[in-house]
């Protein structure tokens, strides 16, 4: 190869990895607009689904520590277990015969699955909590 076409082939190919770094340091300083941020606020669809806010202060507290009471390592991921909490209420919102199922499956995992007796605990917990009817 001629050193005019390897110089030629190197300018190339700085060029690529400049343009690539600048578009990386774009996407960097810009956000995503493609997911909203989660700030724990119902929305208007969420709402009427029967998922309410995030609980915060006091009713945070109270809500996590009346889950843990059926199984402390539901608590690990707290925010987990606040969004199983307000999908579960759309649940309760609508009854049927699966809803302590339905509280076993969303929070419980394959390392930690719960019993739909655990479900029905669940339940309570956040009918006294999150959920009122």
Do not use: H
């Amino acid at each position: 190869m001629r050193p005019a076409a390897i110089l030629l082939t190197a300018a190339a190919l700085l060029a690529l990895t400049a343009c690539s770094v600048e578009q990386k340091e774009v996407n960097k300083a810009e956000p995503s607009s493609s997911a909203p941020a989660d700030t724990g606020k119902s929305n208007a669809a969420e709402k009427a689904a029967g998922i309410p806010d995030a609980p915060t202060g006091d009713d945070r507290d109270a809500y996590l520590d009346a889950i843990a009471a059926v199984d402390p390592r539901i608590i690990v991921d707290e925010e987990k277990a606040i969004d199983a909490g307000r999908n579960q209420c759309s649940s309760l919102a609508k009854p049927n015969d699966k809803v302590n199922w339905l509280a076993a499956q969303r929070f419980g995992n394959d390392a930690r699955p719960l019993t739909d007796a655990q479900g029905k605990q669940l339940n309570e917990a956040l009918r006294k909590t999150l959920c009122p009817a």
